[in-house]
């Protein structure tokens, strides 16, 4: 196995597995919540549904992640496209955990002022989608790191390159030949 798919699978487990378990944990925290409010107001179940369920779009953003880099997942993937898709799914740890964690604190709240009689469920709505933002945008961070390690654009630089060093070098060896014929002119003489 090389070091490229090494590091582009460590990328895949941060993206899906710390999402997944940030979303775990995050949904966890607010049905315990929920459990707590029921006490005082099962009336609300609804409320304490949709919002226990927010944090678990966290889990699903680290699954579309995964989507958007598994076609370069290939044995012969450049070490660049590796380190590309084990920055992406670090990105995506980082970000959908404290999304998913700080987005659970706001919608506990908002689950337990329910219970209490309160009527903020659609604020609560409101104030739950600021965490929620910040993991959309570690998608769309992550859409922007697969165009950039796409392994036919590397490829095209690649090339592109090699091109350029030949093209330098190719003064250098008519200089050379120039010398070599005159060497041999020499000896020939």
């Avoid at 707590?36 to 927010?54: D, E, P, Q, V, W």
């Avoid at 709240?109 to 959309?136: Q, R, S």
């Amino acid at each position: 196995m090389s070091t490229a798919l090494i590091f582009a699978y460590l990328g895949v487990t941060l993206m899906v597995g710390v999402s997944g378990l940030a979303s775990a944990v995050a949904t966890a925290r607010c049905g315990m919540a929920a459990v707590g409010a029921m006490k005082k107001n099962s009336g609300a179940f609804g409320s304490y549904m949709i919002l226990s369920a927010l944090p678990g779009s966290q889990g699903l953003y680290g699954f579309v992640g995964f989507f958007m880099v598994n076609a370069f997942l290939v044995e012969d993937m450049p070490l660049m496209t590796g380190i590309g898709i084990f920055g992406a799914g670090l990105l995506m740890a980082i970000v959908t955990l404290s999304s998913a964690l700080f987005q659970a604190k706001v919608c506990a709240n908002g689950i337990a002022a329910i219970g209490n009689g309160n009527d903020v469920m659609g604020k609560t709505l409101i104030l739950a989608a600021f965490p929620e933002l910040y993991a959309i945008l570690g998608v769309a961070a992550t859409f922007l790191l697969a165009g950039a390690i796409d392994p036919v654009k590397l490829a095209e630089t690649e090339v592109a390159e090699a091109k350029t060093e030949v093209v330098a070098e190719a003064p250098a060896a008519e200089q050379d030949a120039v010398e070599f014929d005159a060497a041999a002119q020499e000896v020939a003489e």
